[in-house]
């Protein structure tokens, strides 16, 4: 596919902004409107670090908005303050991408949980529904984005990471919502 076929897909990136684990109570969640490479609209909001209530703020956030597709970074924010993509999709009935930069390591997210939350298998029940990632090569020469898609195919969503990965290997919307973040924190 063209990236050109994604020129006026209204797509939202997803990121949060930096705290410090036991001083900072509240982390920025970014959420940036895209059609195609322009930005739309920008919204921000404050989830709490490692608490439950990402999800939840972040359906908030995105009432009112027109979208075709939703791009997390992940689906832990703010520590393990979890944003779970099939209720986002379910709620929207939009597509779901979460996007990492590197391959998840479910084993090591799975301790973490069971040694630093008396709630883990809340948090846990997340990441084990997102346990298939999928790869796709952005640019030559660097490694390759770990995906899943919740609400449509591997080969679309490959599509639409690659045409929204115009200026590095992470596609705008999500590079754009994590400069707006950190810029904020």
Aim: hydrophobic share 50%.
């Amino acid at each position: 596919m063209m990236p050109n076929l994604f020129q006026d897909l209204p797509v939202v990136g997803v990121e949060d902004g930096s705290f410090q684990k036991g001083l900072t109570e509240k982390a920025i969640l970014a959420a940036v409107l895209f059609k195609g490479t322009w930005i739309k609209d920008v919204r921000t909001a404050k989830i709490t670090v490692d608490g439950l209530d990402a999800t939840e703020i972040f359906i908030k956030t995105l009432k009112g908005w027109k979208f075709k597709v939703v791009m997390l970074a992940g689906i832990s924010f703010a520590g393990f303050n979890v944003i779970n993509p099939f209720l986002v999709q379910e709620k929207f009935a939009k597509p779901v991408i979460v996007i990492t930069r590197t391959k998840p390591d479910n084993r090591a997210v799975k301790n973490a949980l069971q040694r630093h939350f008396e709630d883990w298998e809340l948090r846990w029940k997340v990441f084990e529904k997102t346990a298939n990632f999928s790869q796709v090569s952005v640019l030559a020469g660097e490694p390759p984005l770990h995906f899943n898609v919740i609400g449509a195919g591997v080969k679309w969503a490959s599509s639409i990471i690659r045409a929204l990965s115009v200026c590095g290997r992470v596609p705008e919307p999500v590079r754009v919502a994590r400069l707006i973040a950190r810029g904020l924190s």
